[in-house]
């Protein structure tokens, strides 16, 4: 007699579950689709063109950090370093621009292509060096990018004493211009920036889908123990994702500053933060193991569009904090119920 209800509240149970647990997965959707019907009823000219483009460009700029990002915390990682080497990188970038590579008595100015280079692997090198700390010094990753975050700003403060690279245009003579069309730019109608965001997305959702390297950057993410008794090459693994963390974060240093044909050492201050805030928005788990590309790009325009959102609805700055801090726990919450379902359904059978 006590197991028939359960038995057929398990029943009835089972469909309800997966029905909560579906909505759950799609909850980064449904949130953006929100996001923009609010706005777009209660904030004025939040749909015209002049918005929409700023948007994007917010959305580029968080939209390249979390893809980066996203790939650490798979393996169950954090990179607290990517919005000091977003500043750091932009300071590169015009240094090389403005002032060039002193050797002996001559000057080496590279091309806007060779400074674009140069600035990526600078960005790559700073990721690898969080890798080494993290996988042959054994240093946890939040001690060793928090440090970083330290050194690369103070790094990028050292390059002009504090001050700023202004008007980025090059010279001529020297065949340097043209670093503008990085961040300013057009193709086919839709901005530079737009494009490299859409690519790094694709490629880095097919690597993470598609090939060994992203099955084990998910199963380091799930069980690093087992995935190491397994004979997967784990430190290379991790080592790959910061180095690549680092790129993501060497290219929006690049964006930020070709669109402002400024260079200036505090760039990117807090980035880290809503990088993080779009991973785990994304779906993202922070253990890792679990979630997508896609979906933290998702979460980077959620986030874009709420700040902009709230900026033109006239929220004070310290409403804006508290908003977007209860949206971050409220993720996080959401994600634990999303666990629990999971285990829950799985057991269900």
Not at 3 to 10: A, E, L, R
Not at 170 to 196: H, K, Q, R, S
Request: hydrophobic share 55%.
């Amino acid at each position: 007699m006590t197991g028939t209800p359960d038995t057929h509240g398990k029943r009835h149970g089972r469909p309800l579950s997966r029905l909560m647990l579906q909505f759950l997965k799609l909850r980064i959707f449904v949130a953006l689709v929100a996001v923009v019907l609010y706005f777009a009823l209660t904030a004025n000219n939040f749909l015209t063109t002049g918005n929409l483009l700023i948007m994007a460009q917010h959305i580029t700029v968080i939209g390249i950090l979390s893809i980066g990002m996203s790939l650490v915390i798979l393996t169950g990682g954090i990179d607290l370093s990517v919005g000091s080497t977003v500043g750091f990188s932009g300071m590169f970038a015009g240094y090389l621009i403005m002032q060039g590579i002193p050797i002996g008595d001559q000057t080496l100015f590279l091309s806007v292509p060779g400074v674009i280079l140069a600035t990526c692997l600078i960005g790559a090198l700073i990721g690898l060096i969080n890798g080494v700390l993290i996988t042959r010094l054994n240093v946890a990753p939040f001690i060793a990018t928090l440090g970083m975050l330290y050194v690369v700003r103070g790094a990028a403060l050292l390059f002009n004493d504090g001050a700023t690279f202004s008007s980025l245009g090059g010279y001529e003579a020297l065949d340097n211009t043209g670093f503008a069309m990085l961040g300013n730019g057009e193709l086919l109608g839709i901005g530079v920036p737009v494009w490299i965001l859409a690519v790094l997305t694709l490629g880095t959702w097919l690597v993470s889908l598609r090939t060994p390297l992203g099955r084990h950057i998910y199963a380091i993410g799930g069980n690093e123990h087992a995935a190491l008794f397994s004979g997967l090459q784990v430190k290379r693994v991790k080592m790959f994702v910061y180095v690549f963390s680092g790129f993501c974060a060497a290219i929006v240093g690049l964006v930020v500053t070709s669109q402002l044909q400024t260079a200036h050492p505090m760039t990117g201050d807090t980035y880290e933060l809503r990088a993080i805030a779009a991973v785990v928005l994304g779906g993202t788990a922070l253990a890792g193991g679990r979630g997508s590309v896609l979906g933290s790009v998702v979460g980077a325009c959620v986030i874009s569009i709420l700040n902009d959102g709230m900026v033109m609805s006239g929220v004070s700055n310290f409403w804006q904090m508290v908003i977007m801090g209860i949206v971050i726990i409220f993720a996080v919450v959401i994600d634990q119920l999303q666990q629990r379902l999971q285990k829950r359904v799985m057991v269900a059978g």
